[in-house]
């Protein structure tokens, strides 16, 4: 099983970015997907999470109206639309697929929010 993610840059606060996570190896539209964030020196915060197809979608309140999470089962991909970003958002974001007791993490990718 492989997630990798991309997508992270470094922008102005307001901004936009998408991060993606192309998914391989695993039965797509079975896995729930987390966006999980981690700022060195703190605990991961996980950001949003979106149930298998036809799930539900929780979203931490930090980023609730900002963010949207969003699969293409076609391409196995999952993607983060990130828009009005702020400062605290920057962080190391993981994307991560779970099945029951399986989970899978990707490599993360870096967004830094300038003010």
């Known amino acids: 099983v492989q997630l990798q993610a991309s997508g992270g840059g470094s922008v102005q606060a307001g901004a936009s970015l998408r991060l993606v996570c192309v998914a391989s190896?695993?039965?797509?539209?079975?896995?729930?997907f987390d966006w999980v964030r981690q700022v060195p020196g703190k605990e991961r915060e996980i950001v949003v999470v979106?149930?298998?197809?036809?799930?539900?979608?929780y979203y931490a309140d930090s980023v609730k109206e900002r963010f949207a999470i969003s699969r293409d089962n076609a391409k196995s991909t999952v993607y983060l639309q990130m828009n009005s970003l702020k400062p605290e958002d920057t962080a190391v974001y993981y994307c991560a697929a779970h099945d029951g007791p399986l989970k899978y993490w990707g490599q993360g990718t870096l967004v830094t929010v300038s003010s």
């Open positions: 979106e149930g298998r197809s036809g799930g539900s979608t």
């Open positions: 190896g695993l039965a797509f539209s079975d896995y729930t």
